[in-house]
Each structure stands twice: as structure tokens, then as C-alpha cells.
């Protein structure tokens, strides 16, 4: 059966395709692009599909790819979606309060046409019921406790990525060397998109359904100042954390073009770092994948290129 990763371009999306198409497992990666991120884009087993989160005319198209594909296989018996991966629309297009709604009514849409299993993207700082993906998590469970679904929620902490792939990370390391935040002495357990993604296809692909949530967490807690103190190891220069007051960092990240209503989201998830909100850490990567999870030396030490003066040239 077919497995749908929506956001299939993103962070974590984009790796979930490669580690489907390695395992020659089904899959279908939706994005607004129709792009197909996989390691080899003539693979069989995974094809990029338009998808816009705004334009519900595009939301049958995995599922008419999905039937389209088994036809032409032979294997019309076996057609069908029944895992997706849920990534939220980006946060230029909705609010949180307009993404929840969103996102239950296309998991009601794939229920329709056969999907079984839902496996929602979270966050760690977002509990079940609460602001935007909260609301999906406690319907999910709400559908998985009447027996509707099979459901999985990660709640994964910050990115290690965040501060390689994200622009205004990157440009400020790289051209400023400073990292800003509002979390003070606030520590982290950063973990890596690829061992996200490793779980995620753990949860997939499992004959037996998840039915609960993971935190997934990066082995060693780290504040930003610690964060610096390895960037400057790996880069050779002094790389320096800048601990903004709450206010400071929304009109930072509204100037970077950021939406008020998120802006003020991330700067209130800032502060709770700052009083402890992510001082924990646990084995789900290890449990899950049988893999120790990646620390963050071994990121900056692959990616280090992109904090390089030179490469605002390239």
C-alpha cells in the first residue's frame, strides 16, 4: 500500500521520501511543486504529486496518482493510500487557528478514500488540545480511541537544521557572526530532521498501529551560548548568542516577514525555553530505530560551508 508524505520537499518530509524509496516502500510526496526529492528521481516506488494545502481542488491528487499507478502495475487490488505523514501548510498561508481546521478536514477527506494511518508532525512544546497541531493531535486520538484510525503524533524538539537551512540563521552566523533568540540560559535537546524522519517511518511502515505520541528528542541538552560555543570550534571565529527580550525577538522576526500571530508564537515558546520548558531529554531515536541520535557537533562540522563568508558568494 501507498504511503502519502505531505510537505514531501520540506525538512523532514523530503527525508522521509529518500528513506521510503530506499526501502522500496510506496510512497507519494506531495507538495505545492509536485516535486519528487528522492535520491533517484526515476524511482518506481516514489512520485512527486501537486498538492496546496489552499486549493482543495489539488487535494485528489494523490489519490487518483495512487489509483492511476496500480493500474498501470497490475495491482489494482492492493490501490490505495493508506499511511499519511502530516506536515501543517506553512505558516505564510494560515493561522494557527485556521491550520488545525484545515488539516482535520483533509484527514476526514483521506478517511473517505481509504487511508488508515495518520502520523501528524507536532512539536515538543505543544501538547495534545492545545494552539494549531494541538487540535489535530487530540482529534486524531479522539478518531483512534473510536477505533477509526490509526494514529501516531511527534512531537519532535527544535531542529538541528533550524540553524543550517533556515535563512535568517544562516545569514546571521554567516554575515554577523550572532545567533539571536529570547531563551536566555534555556537549554535544548536538539535533534536532527534525519532521525525525525527515521522515526516517522518507523511509525508508518509498523504492521502494528502506533497509537500514541513520541517525543522525539536529541541526545544532550544545549543552550544557544553552548550552541555558539560550537559553532565557533567548528568555524574558527567567534560566534557569538544574542539573548533578546520576547518583544525584541517578534519584531525581529516580523521584519524578517513572519506573520504577527507566528512571530508572537515562537517568541512565547522562547520564553518558556528560557524557564525550562525543554530541559529534558529521552531514548525514543535509540528505541525506535535501534540508531543513536545525532549530535549536533556532527551537523555543524558537515554543513559548515553554509556559515562561510564565501558562501554568500556562491
Known sequence: MTTLVLGGTGTVG????????????????????????????????????????????????PFEEA???????????????????????????TTPDTMADVMMDFVDFARARGARRFVLQSASAIEAGGPAMGKVHAYLRELGTRGEVDWAVLRPSWFQQNLSEHEAHVRSIRDESKIYSAT????????????IAAVAVEVLTRKAPPNTEFLVLGPELLSYNEVAGILSKVLGRRIVHVDLSSAEYAKRREQAGMPENYANMLHSLDTAVKFGSENRTNDVVLSMTGVAPRRFL?????????????????
Open 67 to 93: 489509483a492511476r499507478t496500480a493500474r498501470e502495475e497490475g495491482r489494482e487490488q492492493a490501490a490505495g493510500i493508506k499511511s499519511v505523514y502530516l506536515v501543517a501548510p506553512p505558516p505564510t498561508t
Open 298 to 314: 556532527e551537523l555543524a562540522e558537515a554543513v559548515k560551508s553554509v556559515w562561510e563568508p564565501a558562501a554568500a558568494a556562491a
Open 14 to 61: 523530503s527525508r522521509i521520501a529518500r528513506l521510503l524509496a530506499a526501502s522500496s516502500i510506496p510512497a507519494l510526496i506531495a507538495s505545492r511543486s509536485g516535486d519528487n526529492p528522492t535520491a533517484s528521481p526515476n524511482t518506481t516506488t516514489a512520485r512527486g504529486v501537486p498538492f496546496d494545502w489552499e486549493k482543495r481542488e489539488t487535494w485528489p491528487n
Open 184 to 195: 536566555g540560559d534555556g537549554k535544548i535537546p536538539w535533534v536532527s530532521a534525519d532521525d
